[in-house]
């Protein structure tokens, strides 16, 4: 089976305690990855690893806890890197599985080569498109807007190299950066139904209640902003045809 990291705060026993359990009573092991807490990094950290680009896309700045979520994937990323794995399952701490994930694994893992990313997990109630059948009852599907996080996904080594250069220095929140196939063409499905949901409540990686603003905003920030909004909104209606074209007709190779 594809190899399976789990990304927690070395801190978070109970956490840690809960998905142990739940990913053995659906026999499917899997290594930790200590996650980041972006708290604990100290200004200078901080400063070194933020974009000051972020201004002209996002209406706020990343939140400590953001970064450390970001850090804390790129861990994961380097580790498939540096290894033989062709792809592997990347999970946040508070994945919860249906039962038939893991045969669904098996008939993913035999896809190797023909995708970039899937996810497990998705939130949209817009229609999907495309359909590849990887079983009665799932399929691997293209999404044209956001809806999924990265809370349980497959990535191929390939779509990690490129994510690592592309991340640091951040502009965008790991899900952000991920859903963006448009400028990091990235071949990225997602299965559906979905085979994750998140088990809710506080969230440990620390994303503020209250989203926090920029100090000094400038009119050219929001113009930029604005500017980059439109520009992103036309450029994946324009490529979206030919990026799932693409897609399935890689999946359908021999």
């Known amino acids: 089976m594809l190899p399976v990291y789990v990304l927690s705060l070395r ?3 109970a956490r840690r305690r809960e998905i142990k359990n739940h990913l053995g009573k659906l026999g499917i092991s899997f290594e930790w ?3 980041v807490d972006g708290r604990k990094l100290s200004p200078p950290e901080k400063s070194d690893f ?3 680009d972020r201004q002209y896309f996002a209406n706020g700045p990343m939140s400590d ?3 450390g979520c970001l850090l804390s994937h790129r861990l994961a990323w380097q580790r ?4 033989s794995e062709s792809a592997a399952l990347i999970l946040e701490d508070d994945a919860v599985l249906q039962p038939e994930t893991k045969d669904a694994l098996s008939r993913i893992e035999k896809l190797a080569g023909k995708f970039d990313m899937i996810h497990l997990h998705h939130t949209t109630k817009r229609p999907l498109f495309g359909r590849f059948e990887i079983s009665e009852t799932q399929s691997l599907s293209l ?6 996080q990265n809370v349980a996904y497959v990535i191929s080594r390939n ?8 991340s640091l220095p951040a502009v965008f929140e790991v899900d952000l950066l991920c859903q963006r196939w448009w400028e990091h063409g990235l071949a990225t499905l997602t299965v559906d139904p979905p085979l994750a949901t998140e088990i809710g409540g506080t969230s440990t990686i620390g994303y503020p209640s209250t989203p926090q603003v920029w100090q000094n905003d400038t009119i050219r920030h929001k113009f930029g902003r604005y500017f980059n909004r439109k520009k992103a909104s036309v450029t994946k209606r324009y490529l979206f045809r030919r990026m799932s074209t693409d897609v399935m007709s890689r999946l359908a190779r021999d």
């Open 65 to 67: 806890g953001a970064l």
């Open 33 to 35: 990855i200590d996650g």
């Open 143 to 148: 999404h044209k807007y956001n809806p999924i």
């Open 11 to 13: 801190r978070n026993q």
């Open 80 to 83: 498939i890197v540096s290894s």
């Open 50 to 52: 933020l974009s000051d």
């Open 159 to 166: 779509a990690c190299e490129k994510l690592l250069d592309l």
